[in-house]
């Protein structure tokens, strides 16, 4: 086919705008679930979230987002099967799209925090089943793909076990919870850094040059940042925490008078309820207070482990809502089916710039459901599982392969819940474990809801273009 034909002009128009469509749906469903849990633990508010999200989701979008795009694009489907019939294969891509936008929106209306990444796969066998039968599908690459839909909550959940575990032995349960939160926290800001760091500059973006750089100079930045902000946070975070957290007067009002006033009313408070059997234990718990403080001293943190998500979010999820777009641009820029060029950075911002509509307009719906309703977050919980989706979902970013966000944040936010519910002694009433039952059946019934809706588009278009 020739470079620039009439012929796709339609298609292409067409396909940028469901493809907006769909990105606004990312943003609405999936976007919001890197920030649901700092919502939901109070650190941030719904309005600060898409903030940082909207910079931090565009920004791994831009830098990460190429090498997942290349595997929704040429790496489900065995694109030389449909050399020769460059306009068969986008429209399947443009079906695929649709497929996807509809089963995504949906699933936010119903307050569901989906897979983004099965809809869109989905959508692409859904298409390719029609135009080529089984004969085109890549089996190793969906074999790994489905591999990974259920590896990734799994491991994400684990790693959320690990680190929250970790977090209760060595800070929680101490003799001084709060010294040894102190103590802990350079350590961890640094390795939160160090993670960040390194999978941005291993194998990194060639956008910031950093796709040839060696192993040793990878982890010499790496480890470089590590112990710069390892310094920082000794020298000014603690001693800021330590003040905000240990010095009682640092919260107290100017005004005296109101502060006497209030002492007196906290007095009268205490006398009364203690008389009550019920509070008695909940008023005078030193090791609830103990917890309260350590949570806020992963304040902080859990907004940067939310900005880790984000970005991991940003570059792995992109290409969801622009691979097919892609695709189709492509074979109009080319003429050929081979898309031997790598994805536009345009392409990629403009898929960021859908997710981050889509979270502004819509995005409520489902990080009430994340943040809020699953279980409840404690920073702590919010840090957690935030680092352990981040891990999980950059270093299958870096493979390439594009796996579910949402079920890694997902899983990391039952393990989280369910870890303290056996703490707690209350397992069943931790975790709203009939919401997870219908946030599951969402998952299951995600794949073959876009396909269908995909290969019912590519029937039509079968029957009334290509024939």
Known sequence: ????????????????FVSFILAFGVGANDVSNAFGTSVGSGVLTFRQACILATI??????????????????????????????????ALGMLSALVGSALWILLATYFKLPVSTTHSIVGSTVGFSLVARGAVGLNYKVLGTIAASWFVSPITSGFTCVVILTIIRK????ARNPISAGLISLPIIYALTVFLNVLTVTLNGSKLLGMENLVLWQVFAISIGAMIVVAIVCQLFVVPWQRKKILNKDDTAEPNLFRNSIRQSVDSI?????????INAPVLQNPKIESDAKVNRLFHFLQI???????????????????GPLIAIWMIYKDGSVLQKAESPILLLLYGAVGMCVGLWVLGKRVNDTVGHKLTKIRPTTGFSVEISAAMTVLLA??????????????????????????????????VDWSLFRSIIYAWVITVPAAGSCSALLMLIFKYSLIS
């Not at 060595?170 to 349960?173: K, L």
């Not at 998500?309 to 622009?322: E, K, P, Q």
């Not at 579910?404 to 707690?424: K, L, M």
Request: contains cysteine; negative net charge; glycine residues 12%.
């Open 1 to 16: 086919m020739e470079i620039y034909s009439s012929e796709l002009l339609w298609l292409v128009i067409t396909g940028f």
């Open 304 to 322: 940067l482990s939310a900005i880790f998500t984000s970005f991991a979010h940003g570059g792995s999820d992109v290409s969801n809502a622009i």
């Open 170 to 173: 060595c800070i929680m349960e």
């Open 56 to 89: 931090f989701e565009t920004s791994g979008a831009v830098l990460l987002g190429y090498k997942v795009s290349d595997t929704i694009r040429k790496g489900i489907i065995d694109v030389k099967d449909y050399e020769g019939s460059e306009t068969e294969l």
């Open 397 to 430: 970013s870096k493979l390439g392969i594009p796996i579910s966000s949402t079920h890694c944040i997902v899983g990391g936010i039952v393990a989280s819940g369910w870890i303290y519910g056996r703490v707690e002694g209350n397992v069943e009433q931790t």
């Open 269 to 277: 408070v205490t006398v009364a309820t203690s008389t009550v059997s």
